[in-house]
């Protein structure tokens, strides 16, 4: 059976993560990749600008015991506030956080913005997963933006796929991929 978009995600990053690893969610949403970078990694920043979503984060995080996870009320674009090290691995997942106030979403500025302070700090062989969701007003114009920035990375040193449903209707989300083959 062919793998969701979401899935793969995960798998993509598993393949790098240890118990040695550094690990960003740039949007914490409701936990579910905060939980499964924790899982992996030794030690998790997660950002989110949403009280809510530090909420219901922390609470998933403390069903499982996980205190690897830096919680910060913050955009990402706003990361190298906190995070210092290397990154392994990241993951982004652009739009909005489901049941909450669907006017808040992520933009394409503030995207980028974090993107690059990632892969900066990306080590090499690191990875970054990116869930875009452009079904919403402002969508487009950061799905644009994101495939765009990630179609101009140099080829010698970073290798980069797009992994996208092709039949489906409604704007389904669709997964950006990115290594570091080079510092």
Do not use: W
């Amino acid at each position: 059976m062919i793998k969701r978009p979401l899935h793969l995600s995960h798998d993509f990053l598993a393949e790098v993560l240890d118990a040695d690893s550094l690990a960003v969610d740039a949007t914490m949403g409701n936990g579910n990749d905060t939980t499964f970078l924790a899982n992996l990694a030794k030690e998790v920043y997660a950002f989110d600008v949403q009280e809510q979503a530090l909420t219901k984060t922390r609470n998933r995080l403390a069903q499982f015991g996980f205190e690897n996870v830096h919680l910060i009320l913050d955009g990402h674009q706003n990361l190298d506030n906190y995070v210092m090290e290397p990154i392994r691995a990241a993951i982004f997942n652009l739009g909005y956080l489901p049941s909450a106030d669907k006017t808040i979403i992520t933009k394409p500025k503030s995207t980028l913005v974090a993107l690059d302070k990632i892969l900066t700090r990306l080590e090499v062989g690191g990875r970054v997963s990116i869930m875009v969701y452009y079904g919403h007003q402002g969508g487009d114009m950061e799905k644009d933006a994101v495939v765009d920035y990630v179609k101009k990375l140099p080829q010698d040193f970073y290798a980069t796929m797009l992994y996208q449903p092709l039949n489906q209707i409604n704007t389904p989300p669709f997964l950006v991929m990115i290594e570091k083959l080079k510092p």
